[in-house]
């Protein structure tokens, strides 16, 4: 089992900035891919970004791409989403997903690709 816990999230103006985190315990950190979610009111779950077990390799959604990095610090176990020149349209829960993998460089955009998630983290941009 994976336990996944972010925070974070919070109330800002749009183009304003937020960092959220996702720290993760019970397995081996550096085995993780991992990514980000997130899910509007009345909307489906949809993919933000992805990064590989070593943080080597990233994937984003087209929505945020040039405004939000994800980064991955195995030495704190931790999964990082810095998001910048943030949008009302960006106002969802956001979620981290991760799964166990011993693949080099893999990098997955689909819900259905992660084993483990947390319980999420509210952003609301005001416009």
């Known amino acids: 089992q994976v336990q996944l816990v972010e925070s974070g999230g919070g109330l800002v103006q749009a183009g304003g900035s937020l960092r959220l985190s996702c720290p993760a315990s019970?397995?081996?950190?550096?085995?993780?891919?991992m990514g980000w979610f997130r899910q509007a009111p009345g909307k489906e779950r949809e993919f933000v970004a992805a990064?590989?077990?070593?943080?080597?390799?990233?994937l984003y959604a087209d929505s945020v791409k040039g405004r939000f990095t994800i980064s991955k610090v195995n030495a704190k176990n931790t999964l990082y989403l810095q998001m910048n020149s943030l949008k009302a349209e960006d106002t969802a829960v956001y979620y981290c997903?991760?799964?166990?993998?011993?693949?080099?460089?893999?990098?997955?955009?689909?819900?259905?690709?992660?084993?483990?998630w947390g319980q999420g983290t509210q952003v609301t941009v005001s416009s």
């Open positions: 990064i590989s077990r070593s943080g080597s390799t990233t």
């Open positions: 997903a991760a799964k166990t993998t011993l693949l080099i460089g893999v990098v997955r955009a689909g819900a259905d690709e992660y084993d483990y």
């Open positions: 019970g397995r081996t950190f550096s085995n993780l891919r």
